[in-house]
Every structure is written in C-alpha cells, then in structure tokens.
C-alpha cells in the first residue's frame, strides 16, 4: 500500500501536518485500529514492523477535533480492509521515511546529522552504493509509482537496489558498487579500461534509455560517486541536487547530468547576477550581434572537442575550412582567437554566462 499518498490525502482533508514514524518507546494499544495520545501527539497506528516496532501517523493534539480522529480512525482502517499489508509494503514505508527524514534535513542544511535509530538499523545503508537522482514528470499522478519503477529498476540492474521517493518526481535510487566492477571486467576483454567517470556515465545513460522508454518519457538523471549511505547520505543528495540545477539551468538540452563535468558551471553559479553581466560584457562586446544560432552551435561544438578543428568540422557536417572561416570571423568581431588556450577559457565563460543572463 502506497502509505505516503495515503498520508498526503489526510493531510488535504485535515488541513495539518501528518508525520509517516515509527512506534518504538512509546507504549501502543493491542488494538492496532484505535488512535492514543503521548505527549500531546496523537498517534495513529497502522501496521507491525519485523524488528517490533509499529509504523504510524502522528499528528499535534491540538490540530485534530475529536470527530477527526474518529473519521481518520474509520479512513486507516478501511484502506487496511481492502489492501494486505506485505513486505513490500513495509519496504516502502520505511524508504518513504528516510525520503521524509531526508528532505527535512536538506531543507534546514543539516547535511552532517546521523541516522535516527529506526533506519540507523537497515544494514544495506553500512554497504557503498552508486547514488542516482532521477527527476521524472508525471509520477505523481501513478497509484503505485513506487512498485512500478521498483519493478523496472530491479529488471535493469539485476541486483540489489534501494530506490527512495523525496519531493513529487524526485527519486533517490541507491544501486550495487558491484555494477562498476562488473562493468570493468568486460571492459578489460574488449579494449582500454574505464575510467570511474567513464562507467558512470554509462550506467548513466543506459538507466535513463531504460527510464524515458518505458516509464517517464520526461526526466533528468544525475550520478555521483559511489558512497556508504550510512556516512554522507545527506551531502550526497545535496550534490545531486545541485548537479540536477546546474545541468537544466547551463546545458539546457541535456538531461543526464555528471557533478564532475559541471565545476566550472557551479564555480560561476556562486558569481552575482551583476559579476557575470559585467564579466560577459566585458570579454565579449556586442554579444547580442555576434552570438547568432550558427556561431553558437559553432563555438559549443569546437569547445565539446577540446577545440579540435578537424573533429569539430566533422561533427558539424562542414568542410575545414568553413570551420576556418567561422572561426576567424568570430575573431574579427570580437578580438578573441578560441584557438588559443588563454582567450578559449574567456570565450567558453563567457558563453556559459550568457545563457543564464537572458540576454538573447
């Protein structure tokens, strides 16, 4: 059973916050249908845990009339009549939970805090996992949108996982190290070994192939290095946030996004609004005339090639020499030669910043 959108529908009927927890020192009713009150909570129990705690909503006393409780009582206990509560359904209230515990401590910046003693005891959070963010549009709309990507992530990466819904459309998925290692093994058969970066990006690609054909046709995926969950889970979705907000804000177009090919764009995102209007204006004058669709494709695809002309050309469908051609008038209206080194740098900074001013 889907308990967080069952949550989120009492909350819209209540007009107050309900909290997905777990009963642990507080002391429950036999009767797992009736709510009690500790401590000026009042507590809703909804089903037993395997380690002997019991999964509830809680809500503040004071937020709650007599009849709601009543009718809260009567709501849980029908979806509970209709739905069995299984193992599946105690795995994903506690990745729920964790989802929860996360989003509130990244939205107060509390990225060093340890794990609360409920999920502290899940012992796949001591072991190091590949951390995926995936942003997919239209999710919160699915009944069961968690079991529907579970199933799909689990055929894909045929092995352990633990996927953990945040925000609508936003989901942690916390996949094997072993998929590296596998990776590089067949790597080493067929030719040079990869890079971290490199088996990264492709398992990467391969999870957002699978993702936007058969599930989401919009999202957004980003990965970072492998991490125990137990140690740097906050930090890490914190940078996958932020690598997630840097692609769509810098690479409009792409949608899988990697930390380790966005420092520049999260260097220049810290500059004010007024450094990097003055800094574009300042390198590059009469941006607006020069920067036509052409010249722009031109520039990001010589820049994406490490400013290899012959490559570049190629990429392009172009002959050298209109590469040539193209680059040399760009150098007559603005005094900046991209195929050297030093003044490359200003044009490649200059071209990141101005798609962020809105100046086209």
């Not at 889907?2 to 007009?15: A, S």
């Not at 009042?42 to 409780?69: N, Q």
């Not at 509390?110 to 003693?117: E, R």
């Not at 193209?326 to 003044?343: A, C, H, I, M, W």
Request: aromatic residues 8%.
């Amino acid at each position: 059973m889907d308990w967080e959108r069952i949550r989120k529908k009492l909350e819209g009927i209540l007009n107050a916050p309900i909290q997905l927890t777990y009963i642990q020192e507080v002391a429950a009713p036999e009767d797992l249908h009736k709510s009690f009150v500790s401590e000026h909570i009042v507590w809703f129990p909804l089903y037993p845990l395997k380690d002997g705690s019991i999964a509830a909503f809680t809500v503040d006393e004071g937020m709650i009339t007599v009849s709601e409780r009543s009718l809260t009582e009567l709501t849980i206990r029908a979806f509970k009549e209709h739905v069995a509560v299984t193992e599946i359904t105690d795995e994903e209230t506690k990745a729920g939970h964790l989802g929860q515990w996360i989003v509130e401590h990244l939205h107060s910046n509390q990225l060093q805090t340890d794990l609360p003693d409920a999920l502290a005891a899940m012992n796949t959070l001591y072991v190091s996992k590949i951390p995926l963010l995936l942003y997919a549009d239209d999710t919160e709309q699915r009944p069961d949108a968690y079991g529907e990507l579970k199933r799909l992530l689990e055929a894909f990466f045929d092995d352990e996982l633990i996927l953990i819904p945040l925000l609508d459309k936003e989901w942690l998925i916390l996949a094997s190290e072993t998929l590296l290692q596998n990776g590089t093994e067949e790597t080493k058969e067929e030719g040079p070994e990869e890079t971290l970066e490199e088996a990264l990006t492709s398992l990467a690609s391969g999870l957002y192939e699978m993702v936007a054909s058969e599930w989401v046709p919009e999202c957004h995926l980003s990965v970072h290095y492998p991490m125990i969950p137990a140690k740097s889970l906050l930090a890490t979705v914190a940078d996958l946030r932020e690598t997630v907000v840097l692609g769509r804000k810098y690479n409009v177009g792409n949608t899988i996004h990697l930390a380790w090919m966005l420092r520049l764009e999260r260097l220049l995102n810290g500059l004010t609004e007024n450094n990097k209007t003055q800094f574009m204006e300042q390198v590059l004058k009469g941006i607006d005339k020069v920067l036509d669709a052409e010249t722009l494709a031109t520039l990001e695809t010589f820049f994406l090639l490490d400013c290899n002309v012959s490559e570049t050309a190629k990429k392009l469908y172009i002959h050298r020499n209109t590469l040539l051609y193209r680059l040399d008038k760009f150098k007559g209206e603005t005094g900046l030669d991209v195929r050297n080194f030093s003044q490359a740098v200003l044009v490649k900074i200059s071209l990141l910043l101005y798609k962020v001013t809105k100046r086209k």
